[in-house]
């Protein structure tokens, strides 16, 4: 089960307070470490297939444990990202692309393992349509990885957002206008 889930510091705690900037900072963080540890498990099995590795009815325990390892974190982090009475008015706008990648390899992480299942009766059942069904596995688990890498762009885009928008001046008036932030990005990339 997910770290962020189960630890007294979850985000669950906050759903029904507005988090600051430096609270949702921390929790993308969390999660960005989390999702990416799935990731490095699932590259792992994909090498070893790759490499002619044959998929036994363990291999096929290992898939679907590292599928479920990346599934659990993906599912809360896209429930925390969307409902956005939570999050800080800044960072409510910015996360719809990642909601959609999220959403997507939710999607194709119960596909796979529908696959992999499909697999491991046909490989017992000592079926000719393992062969057939074996490159189909490959495919499928090197899209998840993409996707999943996609994942940990679109975190890593929404935590320098987050970022910026806590290192922000502010005016007068509580706001920072665009043509400040403007200003004071031509002087960081000039200097």
Same mark, same amino acid.
């Given at each position: 089960?997910? =770290?962020?889930?189960?630890?007294? #510091?979850?985000?669950?705690? +906050?759903?029904?307070?507005?988090?600051?900037?430096?609270?949702? +900072?921390?929790?993308?963080?969390? +999660?960005?470490?989390?999702?990416?540890?799935?990731?490095?498990?699932?590259?792992?099995?994909?090498?070893? %297939?790759?490499?002619?590795?044959?998929?036994?009815?363990?291999?096929?325990?290992?898939?679907?444990?590292?599928?479920?390892?990346?599934?659990?974190? &993906?599912?809360? +982090?896209?429930?925390?990202?969307?409902?956005?009475?939570?999050?800080?008015?800044? *960072?409510?706008?910015? !996360?719809?692309? %990642?909601?959609? &990648?999220?959403?997507?390899?939710? &999607?194709?992480?119960?596909?796979?393992?529908?696959? &992999?299942?499909?697999?491991?009766?046909?490989?017992?059942?000592?079926?000719?349509?393992? #062969?057939?069904?074996?490159?189909?596995?490959?495919?499928?688990?090197?899209? %998840?990885?993409? !996707?999943?890498?996609?994942?940990? *762009?679109?975190?890593?885009?929404?935590? %320098?957002?987050?970022?910026?928008? =806590?290192? !922000?001046?502010?005016?007068? !008036?509580?706001?920072?206008?665009?043509?400040?932030?403007?200003?004071?990005?031509?002087? =960081?990339?000039?200097?």
């Amino acid at each position: 089960m997910s =770290m962020l889930i189960d630890t007294p #510091t979850s985000w669950t705690k +906050f759903e029904k307070q507005k988090l600051s900037l430096k609270q949702c +900072f921390g929790i993308i963080q969390d +999660f960005w470490k989390e999702i990416s540890l799935a990731q490095d498990s699932l590259l792992s099995i994909y090498a070893g %297939l790759n490499d002619g590795e044959e998929i036994d009815s363990d291999q096929c325990s290992n898939l679907i444990g590292s599928i479920q390892k990346l599934k659990e974190p &993906v599912q809360s +982090f896209y429930r925390f990202l969307e409902n956005s009475i939570h999050l800080p008015n800044d *960072v409510g706008p910015l !996360r719809y692309q %990642l909601l959609i &990648v999220l959403h997507d390899v939710d &999607v194709l992480s119960g596909k796979f393992i529908s696959l &992999v299942l499909t697999f491991r009766s046909q490989y017992q059942a000592q079926s000719s349509q393992v #062969t057939t069904l074996r490159p189909e596995i490959l495919q499928q688990l090197a899209v %998840l990885i993409q !996707r999943s890498e996609d994942i940990l *762009v679109n975190i890593q885009i929404l935590h %320098l957002q987050v970022r910026s928008r =806590m290192k !922000r001046p502010v005016t007068s !008036r509580g706001k920072t206008s665009m043509l400040t932030s403007l200003t004071r990005a031509n002087c =960081m990339t000039s200097a």
